[in-house]
């Protein structure tokens, strides 16, 4: 199976900035056709999706209440996503998690790629901004 494992979570002050990364393994994992996708889950919340990229293509989309704030990226060679929040504010305090799935060939919305079934999830990271 794929593994994520999360990392770079912690408390910051609102306005400030942090870089989550999420590790990928897995046997099954190097196939170039994979999407990754960051979600977040705050208490009594459902999860929300937060930004999505392909692995190959580099083709990225973002949540509404994050876009210009965030930026997502990878690196191939590592299997590493990453996530750079910056301008934090208290309402973005959350878990978030890695999320990943093979997808075959072709082109895929921006609404596909953030509301698809996600088959493989880390564990989470705690992000807590303060006011």
């Known amino acids: 199976q794929v593994q994520l494992v999360e990392s770079g979570g912690g408390l910051v002050q609102a306005g400030g900035s942090l870089r989550l990364s999420c590790a990928a393994s897995g046997r099954t994992f190097n196939t170039n056709t994979y999407v990754m996708a960051w979600f977040r889950q705050a208490p009594g919340k459902q999860r929300e999706f937060v930004a999505v990229i392909r692995w190959s293509g580099g083709n990225t989309y973002y949540a509404d209440s994050v876009n210009g704030r965030f930026t997502i990226s990878r690196d191939n060679a590592k299997n590493t996503v990453y996530v750079q929040m910056n301008s934090l504010k208290p309402e973005d305090t959350a878990v978030y998690y890695c999320?990943?799935?093979?997808?075959?060939?072709?082109?895929?919305?921006?609404?596909?790629?953030?509301?698809?079934?996600?088959?493989?999830w880390g564990q989470g990271t705690q992000v807590t901004v303060s006011s």
């Open positions: 999320a990943a799935r093979q997808i075959p060939y072709g082109y895929y919305s921006p609404y596909a790629l953030s509301t698809m079934k996600y088959d493989y």
